[in-house]
């Protein structure tokens, strides 16, 4: 019997020519799939694999627009703060935003995000007065 083991590594962006938005869409869409049925082994997965894709994510200014996509379609799609518990995948992104804040802060996109207001202009602003 031949045993064979798969490794999945997490997507890399190599170039600023290359899209982003279906890497981090896909790995959203998959997570609230696996959150809407209490699939929680592939939820922790996807955060775990979609995390170390962020972690090694070279974002160019051609990238911006993928993640505030990625934001939006995170805080749409996932479940609301309850009792101060935030959705990991939402603390994940927040998180991330934060930490590119330089890099994307006076992007025209994001500061239509920001003038959106809503959940996630309340996580990014609880997280930055935390720190």
Known sequence: MCRTSLTLAPPRITGSWENSHPVFLGQAKLYVLADKYGIEPLRRLIILKLYRT????KLYDTGVVSIIEFVRFVYLNTPPNHGGQVDPLRNMVTRYVISVLGKI???QYFQELLEDGGPFVADFWRIIWSV
């Open 105 to 107: 802060g006076e992007n």
């Open 54 to 57: 962020l972690s090694t994510f």
